[in-house]
C-alpha cells in the first residue's frame, strides 16, 4: 500500500484536514503531521535556533511546533524515514495564487516535499467566503491517484486550487494579485504604535491561461512549480553587464 503524509499551515483544527484525510485513506496509508498552531503566511521558514518539539496525539497523526516546512522534513526524514510516497499540503482555507505561493505556509509544505524528491502537491480552497472542503478533498484523490502512478519530474511540485463549483480542470501559470498596500497602524491601550502587515485582497489579473481566470471561470488551476528561481532568460544580458566589473 502506498504512504501518503498529509500537512498544513493550519494546524490540526484547520477545516481542511479532516476531509482531505479522510479521502485520502481511501486509497492509501496517510500519516498526518501539521503545525501546533496556525503558520499561515510563514512561507518556506525553517526552525533552526530552537528545538522541535513533536507530540504524538495517535499512531498516525503528530504535532510539531515548528513550520509546515519543518513537518514534512521531520515526518519524512524522521518519523517514516523512507516510507512516504506522496506529500500532500492543505487543505489551505482560501486560496493560493499567483504571488501567494512566495508567502504560503501551504505550498512550502509541498515545495518542502520537493526538496526531498517526493512527489508532492499543494491543495487550496479558490475563494475564502464558499470553500468546499469535501470537494476539495475529492478533486485531491484524483490527483493524488495520478502522482501515485505517473511520477512529477525531479524538482517539480503542483500547486491546486479549486473553486466551489467546477467546471472541468485546467493546467496554469502563476498571475498576478493585487493586494491593498497600505500598512495598518493602530495604538494599544498605553499609546504604544503597533502594526498590521497584512494587505487586503483587491482583484487579481484575470489573464488568460493563468490560475486566477481558471478559478474565476470555475476551473479546478493546476500549476506546475519549479524549485530553481533562476532566470535564465536575464543571464545573457546580465554578463553583459557586469563585464565593465572585470
Known amino acids: 500500500m502506498k504512504t501518503i503524509l498529509i500537512t498544513n499551515d493550519d494546524g490540526i483544527y484547520g477545516q ?55 513537518c514534512v522534513r521531520y515526518g519524512a526524514r524522521r518519523l517514516f524515514k523512507g516510507k512516504i510516497d506522496l506529500v500532500v499540503s492543505g487543505v489551505n482555507a482560501g486560496p493560493n495564487l499567483a504571488q501567494d505561493v ?17 512527489p508532492s502537491f ?30 512529477l519530474p525531479i524538482d517539480t511540485f503542483l500547486n491546486v486550487n479549486v473553486p466551489h463549483k467546477i467546471k472541468g480542470y485546467r493546467v496554469t501559470k502563476l498571475g498576478k494579485r493585487i493586494y491593498d498596500e497600505e500598512i495598518d497602524s493602530r495604538k494599544d491601550p498605553t ?3 503597533y502594526y498590521w502587515l497584512a494587505g487586503k485582497f ?31 532568460h536575464l543571464m545573457g544580458e546580465l554578463k553583459r553587464w557586469i563585464s565593465v566589473l572585470s
Not at 498552531?37 to 526552525?47: I, K, L, N, Y
Not at 491543495?123 to 502522482?147: N, T
Not at 489573464?207 to 532566470?231: C, F, K, M, Q, R
Open 102 to 118: 512566495v508567502y504560503s505556509g501551504t505550498v512550502a509544505g509541498a515545495r518542502e516535499g520537493a526538496l526531498l524528491n517526493i
Open 191 to 193: 499609546g504604544r504604535e
Open 122 to 151: 499543494a491543495v487550496s480552497a479558490g475563494q475564502w467566503e464558499k470553500a468546499d472542503f469535501k470537494l476539495c478533498a475529492r478533486v485531491s484523490v484524483g490527483i493524488a491517484k495520478i502522482l501515485l502512478t505517473k511520477r
Open 16 to 70: 481542511g484536514l479532516e476531509p482531505l484525510v479522510r479521502e485520502l485513506k481511501k486509497i492509501a496509508r496517510v500519516y498526518v503531521v501539521v503545525p501546533d498552531q496556525e503558520r499561515s503566511g510563514a512561507g518556506h521558514s525553517m526552525t533552526l535556533h530552537s528545538p522541535l518539539r513533536v507530540h504524538k496525539l495517535n499512531a498516525y497523526t503528530y504535532l510539531v511546533n515548528g513550520t509546515t516546512a519543518d
Open 202 to 232: 483587491i482583484s487579481g489579473v484575470d489573464a488568460p491561461g493563468t490560475d486566477i481566470e481558471a478559478v474565476n471561470h470555475g476551473y479546478v488551476s493546476i500549476t506546475p512549480l519549479e524549485l530553481s528561481p533562476t532566470a535564465t
